[in-house]
């Protein structure tokens, strides 16, 4: 009886033996045991059809392969040649029915279009609500030279993480990420440096979310309240008048020296507002505190999968602003003076010393680096990859181009100066505006399903590297989120300037991933294959200055 249940070779192997199995090694023997029906066993293209005997022959073939070892001696699984190519492997039914495997290739893969617009759409975030005060601050001319540049060095940059595992020879890259990368090129430094600075992106977009959701929910509330209880609030707002009506929310009272109160202050002052809605409904000091209540029980789902079924409202909120800013634009006309250098009463000069202040947040209005090798490998032709990507890089630019271009043209100055223009440029439209009102609602449900997504990314990378597990415990999970919360309370409460938010989380986490990284891992490469020369270390040595000159500059803006 012993030898029956004993398997038909031995189990035991040598160090020999297993030193020259090959690339059956790689392969699990459960994995070993599909069902193989080559496409003239199926007589159609129905998935339902009936196989063959042939098709039978070759599934107890792979099975017998399985059962010359025990379970766990991995030395006479069935040989390559006997394992079909993923295209040509189909699920065995029990009732004699075949189904096709979809494998990673063909169907599953998405054309050039999609692939250029998920990009685009994975681009789009809260920075283009900033790209008109950044243009501000670095001037108008100034700032569309800027932006086009740092576009096209972050395009650049971008090829270069793409390309980067392509570039590691005798080494499967096919599964890697760009941290994968950095530490075959910088061992566990270039691992855990790619991952905090990974986390500083992703943790400063949460807290510029939890920002901008204190703004959109108060602004909401406002407006209904104002609605609901007949209350006009236009004459206790610097502002302009018609329907159309632009506001400064902290204007400078006396910039030039001779503006009174008179000149933009157009109406009386007489408060309106109930004291009591006032107190429980404040925008820095109760706001942030109320979404605690709804936002801290989602981050801690086990898994993300229900908001991820949300993220479609990403296009239709960029969709609908491009919309309001067009009609805005057309309705208000262009109000636009060229003084080059110096400052007037209502216009900004051309070229302005903050302009880093806009290069920051460019950088993070145009990051996609730690995801881009991710998006890119379900590009069905990969030989487009650099055109989708540069294709993608251009709709992102000409977009953003477009909105911060015609908000700065189409601000009212005068009787406004454009140093009014706010780091959220909703903020320069009352609350009562019905077409910003419904942009503020929309943005507010889409940024409450986004952020437990961007909470779970940060529970996964930081998790999962330091304890091996997504999900440890609820206490480690909650403890994380308290912590991430609070963060964002905080800043909405004491510093809810999403502009500088976005420029110093972006700059931090650009230094990194966007020019130091992708440089040194590119001059390694190219020294290692011995194609290092002077103009590229000098370029790329340029780019790494950049990115630090990027970061130090925001402390001095």
């Keep these: 009886m012993e030898d029956d249940c004993r398997p038909l070779l031995n189990s035991e192997q040598t160090a020999e033996n297993v030193s020259h199995r090959g690339s059956t090694d790689s392969l699990d023997i459960k994995n070993k045991r599909p069902f193989h029906v080559e496409p003239r066993n199926i007589v159609d293209d129905d998935p339902q059809e009936r196989v063959s005997a042939e098709a039978a022959i070759l599934n107890s ?22 394992i079909p190519h993923p295209e040509e492997i189909y699920i065995y039914s029990p009732l004699g029915t075949a189904f096709k495997v979809s494998g990673s290739d063909g169907a599953s893969k998405n054309p050039s279009i999609i692939t250029i617009f998920a990009i685009w759409n994975t681009m789009m975030g809260t920075s283009i609500l900033s790209i008109p005060w950044g243009i501000k601050q670095a001037g108008f001319t100034l700032g569309i030279l800027i932006l086009i540049l740092i576009g096209l060095l972050m395009l650049y940059c971008c090829y270069v993480v793409l390309k980067s595992p392509k570039a590691i020879p005798y080494v499967d890259t096919s599964e890697w990420e760009f941290p994968d990368v950095c530490r075959y ?16 992106s992703l943790i400063g977009a949460m807290v510029v979310y939890w920002v901008l959701m204190s703004n959109f929910l108060f602004n909401t509330g406002q407006f209904i309240y104002n609605y609901a209880h007949h209350v006009n609030v236009s004459d206790s707002e610097f502002g302009t008048n018609g329907s159309d009506r632009v506001v400064c929310p902290y204007p400078n009272m006396d910039p030039g020296g001779n503006l009174t109160l008179s000149t933009l202050f157009l109406g009386g002052g007489n408060e309106t507002a109930s004291d009591s809605f006032e107190r429980w409904w404040s925008k820095t000091n109760t706001i942030p505190l109320y979404l605690i209540i709804l936002l801290l029980p989602l981050l801690c789902f086990r898994s993300a999968a229900f908001f991820a079924r949300f993220t479609f409202l990403g296009t239709i909120s960029v ?22 250098f110096d400052s007037t009463q209502f216009y900004v000069p051309e070229f302005r010393v903050f302009a880093p ?13 730690n995801c881009i090798i991710t998006l890119m490998k379900n590009n069905r032709n990969q030989e487009n990859n650099v055109r989708d990507l540069s294709v993608a890089y251009l709709l992102v630019g000409v977009t953003y181009l ?41 943005l507010l449900f889409q940024m409450i399903t986004v952020y437990p997504l961007l909470g779970y990314l940060v529970r996964v990378q930081m998790m999962g590297q330091i304890f091996g597990n997504h999900y440890p415990s609820f206490f480690h999970v909650l403890a ?7 963060s964002g309370v905080l800043m909405a409460k004491f510093y809810p300037n999403i502009g500088s938010i976005i420029r110093f989380s972006g700059a931090t986490c650009g230094l990194a991933l966007v020019f130091v990284f992708p440089a040194l891992v590119h001059m390694i490469s190219q020294k290692r294959q011995g194609t290092l020369s002077w103009p590229s270390a000098v370029f790329h040595s340029f780019l790494i200055v950049l990115g630090v000159a990027n970061l130090l500059a925001q402390f001095f803006m």
């Design 402 to 442: 477009y909105v911060g271009v015609l908000i700065f043209a189409a601000f009212p100055s005068p009787p406004l100066s454009k140093d009014c223009i706010e780091p959220n440029f909703l903020d320069n439209f009352p609350s009562s505006d019905v077409m910003v009102f419904v942009a503020r609602a929309f």
């Design 185 to 200: 090129y910088f061992g566990k430094f270039g691992q855990w440096s790619s991952l905090v600075f990974s986390m500083v």
């Design 61 to 82: 073939r792979v099975h017998y392969y399985g059962r010359l070892t025990g379970s766990s001696d991995r030395l006479l699984s069935p040989p390559n040649h006997v």
């Design 357 to 369: 202040q806009l290069t920051g947040v460019l950088t993070l209005a145009f990051f996609i680096h």
């Design 319 to 340: 969709i609908y602003l491009i919309t309001l800013v067009t009609i805005k634009a057309v309705r208000l006309g262009f109000h636009l003076e060229f003084h080059w």
């Design 480 to 486: 994380l989120n308290i912590l991430i919360v609070g």
